[in-house]
C-alpha cells in the first residue's frame, strides 16, 4: 500500500489567500484525522471523521478551518483567509479502528503563511 | 485533561549503548498508549502499541512497557545505531477520539 497521501507538501502562500490541503487516506480504513504540528503546541487534532462523517471538530480554530470528507478515500482541509499564525505543518493519518489502532501518518504538509 | 510528558527532550548516546526513554501521563484512565519516531521533515511512524489491559510489547530491537497504576511507560531501545537518530514520541488514548501527545524526545546516536 502506498501509505497515506498527502498534497501538497510544501505551500508558501500570503495572507488572505485560501489554502486547501489534501489527503488520501490508505484504502479501508474507516477513520481519518487532521494534526497540525508547531513547536509552541505539538501535535494537536483538528478533526475526526469515522465513515467520511464529522465525529469531533472541536479541535478545528475557528470558522476561518473547514474540513471535509465527500468520500472514503479523500479528505480536504481548507483555511479560507490564511494568517502567519496558521503556518505549521497539517498531517492526516488514517486507522482501520478509529484511536484505539494503530494510526498512520502522512508525511505532512508544510505550511507558510507570508 | 490528559498531560503527557518525555523527559529528557534531547539525549545523545555513543552507537551500540542501549537506552530507555520516558513517557508520563497524568490521567491513568486510558485504552492505549503507542511509541511513535519522527524523522526530519517527516510524518509519524507508529513502532508499538500498547493496549490497556498489556504490560510490554517488543518489536526487533525495541521494547515498550506500560505502567498505568503509576501513569508511565518506557521505550527500551537495544544497541543504539546511528539509523534509530530521529524523534520519539508517546501518545495515550484516553477515550473520545483523541490521542494526547508527548512534546518528543529528540535522540541522537553518534557513531
Known amino acids: 500500500d502506498a501509505g497515506v497521501i498527502q498534497s501538497p507538501r510544501h505551500e508558501v502562500t500570503e495572507m488572505g489567500q485560501e489554502v486547501t490541503l489534501r489527503c488520501k487516506p490508505i484504502s479501508g480504513h474507516n477513520s481519518l484525522f487532521w494534526y497540525r504540528q508547531t513547536m509552541m503546541r505539538g501535535l494537536e487534532l483538528l478533526i475526526y471523521?469515522?465513515?467520511?462523517?464529522?465525529?469531533?471538530d472541536s479541535g478545528m480554530p475557528e470558522d476561518r478551518f473547514s474540513a471535509k470528507m465527500p468520500n472514503a478515500s479523500f479528505s480536504t482541509l481548507k483555511i479560507q483567509p490564511s494568517e502567519p499564525r496558521d503556518s505549521a505543518v497539517y498531517f492526516c493519518a488514517s486507522s482501520l479502528a478509529g484511536a484505539t489502532g494503530e494510526l498512520f501518518f502522512g508525511e505532512g504538509s508544510r505550511l507558510t503563511v507570508l | 485533561k490528559q498531560e503527557v510528558t518525555q523527559i529528557p527532550a534531547a539525549l545523545s548516546v555513543p552507537e551500540g549503548e542501549n537506552l530507555v526513554l520516558n513517557c508520563s501521563f497524568t490521567d491513568s484512565a486510558i485504552y492505549n498508549l503507542q511509541w511513535f519516531r519522527q524523522d526530519p521533515g517527516k510524518g509519524l511512524t507508529s513502532l508499538l502499541l500498547i493496549q490497556s489491559s498489556q504490560r510490554e510489547q517488543t518489536s526487533g530491537r525495541l521494547n515498550a512497557s506500560l505502567d498505568k497504576s503509576s501513569g508511565r511507560s518506557t521505550l527500551y531501545i537495544a544497541a543504539s545505531q546511528p539509523g534509530d537518530s530521529a524523534t520519539y514520541l508517546c501518545?495515550?488514548?484516553?477515550?473520545?477520539?483523541?490521542?494526547?501527545f508527548g512534546t518528543g524526545t529528540r535522540l541522537t546516536v553518534i557513531p
Open positions: 471523521f469515522n465513515n467520511n462523517v464529522p465525529i469531533d
Open positions: 501518545a495515550v488514548y484516553p477515550g473520545a477520539n483523541n490521542l494526547f
